[in-house]
């Protein structure tokens, strides 16, 4: 059974940068995605990017598209979430989640079906 793990997370400040990693233990096939979420208090679980463990399918959420960057390291077999110029509205809860067999939305929190214990992040202004 795949186990996701995020680390990374804390207290920055308005226009730094801050790199998540999702540590997965157990296999992983290449054809499934990652996806990385973020829930602020009081929202929904949002969409922040995905790929595809194999590499490629890449897909930002709009609200991180051109700040935040999507990679892996399979020999750490870690998936990063660099972010920068980050702002106070990106303060959330950060998810790493595993898309389940047969996703065709990989921005639908419905279509990942293993997910970590999240990671704090929150940028003061």
């Known amino acids: 059974q795949v186990r996701l793990v995020e680390s990374g997370g804390g207290l920055v400040q308005s226009g730094d940068s801050l790199r998540l990693s999702c540590t997965a233990s157990?296999?992983?096939?290449?054809?499934?995605?990652i996806g990385w979420f973020r829930q602020a208090p009081g929202k929904e679980r949002e969409f922040a990017a995905t790929?595809?463990?194999?590499?490629?399918?890449?897909n930002y959420g709009d609200s991180v598209k051109g700040r935040f960057i999507i990679s892996r390291e399979v020999d750490e077999n870690t998936v990063y979430l660099d972010m920068s110029d980050l702002k106070p509205e990106d303060t959330a809860v950060y998810y790493c989640?595993?898309?389940?067999?047969?996703?065709?939305?990989?921005?639908?929190?419905?279509?990942?079906?293993?997910w970590g214990q999240g990671t704090q992040v929150t940028v003061s202004s």
């Open positions: 790929m595809r463990w194999g590499g490629g399918r890449i």
């Open positions: 157990g296999r992983i096939f290449s054809g499934y995605n």
């Open positions: 989640a595993k898309a389940s067999d047969g996703s065709v939305s990989y921005t639908a929190v419905q279509s990942y079906d293993r």
